[in-house]
């Protein structure tokens, strides 16, 4: 079952280390837009526009945004061009292109559960821990953080498995360099697409299990802290 080509470990390890990084950024940019669209102050219409804006991943086609970040990214769009003319390389077609890709794909599944998470808990708590005395900083690790965990550990968990499964926007943006941006998901498909059935069935059978697991995770910390609804 694990017999595994070479081939098959690159791809692992360049899919691991994408979700990795992505789960960490994600973590550091969803945390503040959630608590603004969950408690901030401002213009209804913007926070819906706002909204809406983190949750387009969710209903657009992932070739559609692959395709804008490709002509965004590559040499010709306004950041590849521009990388260039600093004499640095464009995006497109390297793991940082893909990287930031990924970013924007999974934020829904980052900023969602946290946002749910800040809603339940209100701003009371942070008003009265600043009352007090409290910094910031104090308020966010002594209250938020430990009041909040299971929708941190719920949005990395998703962050990190949907990193894992993308399909088009990294087969658009990245292509399928070994070593470099062919993501285990786009591996599948070259197994498939050349009749390797037997190498296709370990890597997707590795990847339901996995997926299965991380539902499992996610339902059991619900039932747990009651705090997170998917």
């Given at each position: ?92 077609f390297t793991f940082q292109g893909i990287l930031i890709g990924s970013v924007i794909y999974s ?101 339901l299990i996995f997926a299965f697991a991380v539902l499992f995770i996610v339902y059991a910390i ?9």
């Open positions: 079952m694990l017999d595994l080509s070479p081939t098959d470990w690159m791809a692992i390890e360049v899919t691991l280390k994408l979700a990795l990084y992505t789960t960490l950024i994600l973590l550091v940019i969803a945390t503040p837009i959630a608590w603004w669209l969950a408690n901030g102050r401002g213009s209804p219409g913007v926070r819906t526009a706002v909204q809406a804006l983190v949750a387009l991943p969710l209903v657009l086609p992932p070739t559609v945004l692959g395709f804008y970040l490709l002509v965004l990214l590559g040499p010709a769009g306004p950041v590849g061009s521009t990388l260039e003319s600093w004499g640095l390389n464009h995006l497109a934020l829904p599944f980052a900023v969602q559960p946290l946002q749910q998470a800040f809603a339940n808990l209100g701003r009371r708590p942070v008003e009265i821990a600043g009352s007090l005395g409290a910094g910031r900083i104090d308020r966010f690790v002594t209250v938020i953080l430990p009041m909040t965990r299971g929708g941190f550990i719920v949005a990395a968990t998703l962050a990190f498995a949907h990193t894992l499964g993308e399909f088009g926007v990294i087969l658009m943006l990245g292509g399928a360099i070994p070593g470099e941006t062919q993501v285990l998901s786009i591996l599948i498909y070259d197994h498939a697409e050349a009749m390797d059935f037997d190498s296709a069935h370990r890597l997707s059978f590795g990847l619900n039932r747990r802290f009651d705090t997170v609804r998917l």
